[in-house]
């Protein structure tokens, strides 16, 4: 028989499991709400950015900066954890700061943990937009992370990065190794897998979690859950709708059905050519039969007054 346990072994084991969430929620913190990412107002261009040490546009000095770390513009701590010394009085402004990140270009105050542990956990360490390809030190804005591919996007480009985001590379939504309907979709990737092909041999898959794509690891979805459209190209006929205000000359479109042939579309070459070739046949077959009516009608009333005379 095991050993009961005790009221404080029980205690002891509950707050065990409490500080491991509690230490893994904060590395899952928001990144909006994240203090390195705080929205700032210059105090010289009054000019909204990323917290920062320098303004962005006009490369000011904050009056009052902010920690990246732990948030705060004011030290008041009265402990040894201060590395300057500074007792019985509150430090603002430039002595409170002790470092900048190289990451994100914000003050760290000088508090000994801020210093020893933002390096380590900055969130925007690898801060490159997925779309434009900035870091943060090439844009003045905030940093974002899209909430479907969990990659980082710059201010500019976040919404519309998430509008295209759920865009498979492929025009059906079946499983890029066979011809089943992929219940398992990658966000990161673009691709669907059915419920074999997402699995992959020797890999040890945990119980009641989301799959990982075989392909990058990413954790995959529900194809049902999302609003997930496929990629559609429009050929031939299809692209007769769209106007051309660019004259380019010979067969200017660039896509595929406006090469410049008749029987591919809208092309600004051949077909119009053709059509208007077309048309001028049509004119001189209605301009002849006019004549023919007309020719008839004369004769008719030559007969007429032969016979009355």
């Known amino acids: 028989m095991p050993k009961k346990k005790t009221g404080q072994r029980k205690k002891a084991e509950k707050q065990k499991l409490r500080q491991k969430a509690i230490r893994g929620n904060a590395a899952r913190v928001n990144l909006g709400e994240h203090p390195c990412n705080a929205v700032m107002e210059c105090d010289k261009c009054a000019r909204k950015q990323k917290n920062r040490a320098f303004c962005y546009f006009c490369s000011a000095v904050q009056r009052l900066p902010v920690c990246a770390k732990c948030g705060k513009m004011k030290c008041m701590m009265k402990t040894g954890d201060c590395v300057v010394k500074h007792s019985g009085q509150f430090t603002t402004g430039l002595g409170m700061v002790g470092a900048i990140c190289d990451y994100c270009e914000a003050w760290i105050c000088h508090g000994r943990q801020c210093l020893t542990s933002h ?152 077909g119009d050519v053709d059509d208007d070739d077309e048309d001028d046949d049509d004119e001189d077959d209605d301009e002849d039969d006019s004549e023919d009516e007309e020719s008839e009608e004369e004769d008719e009333k030559e007969d007429t007054t032969a016979a009355k005379e």
């Not at 020797?202 to 859950?225: A, I, L, S, V, W």
């Open 119 to 270: 390096a380590c956990t900055c969130p925007l360490q690898d801060a490159t937009c997925i779309e434009c390809e900035r870091y943060v030190w090439e844009h003045g804005g905030r940093i974002f992370k899209c909430s479907f591919c969990n990659s980082f996007l710059c201010e500019d480009d976040q919404f519309e990065h998430q509008a295209s985001c759920q865009i498979l590379e492929a025009e059906t939504l079946k499983c890029m190794s066979c011809n089943r309907l992929g219940n398992h979709s990658c966000l990161r990737c673009k691709t669907c897998y059915c419920d074999d092909h997402v699995k992959r041999k020797g890999f040890k898959y945990e119980r009641n979690q989301p799959m990982p794509c075989p392909k990058c690891g990413f954790e995959t979805q529900q194809t049902k859950d999302l609003s997930m459209s496929t990629r559609h190209h429009n050929y031939g006929r299809q692209q007769a709708g769209r106007d051309d205000d660019d004259d380019e000359g010979y067969g200017a479109g660039s896509s595929y059905g406006e090469c410049g042939y008749s029987y591919y579309g809208s092309g600004g070459g051949a």
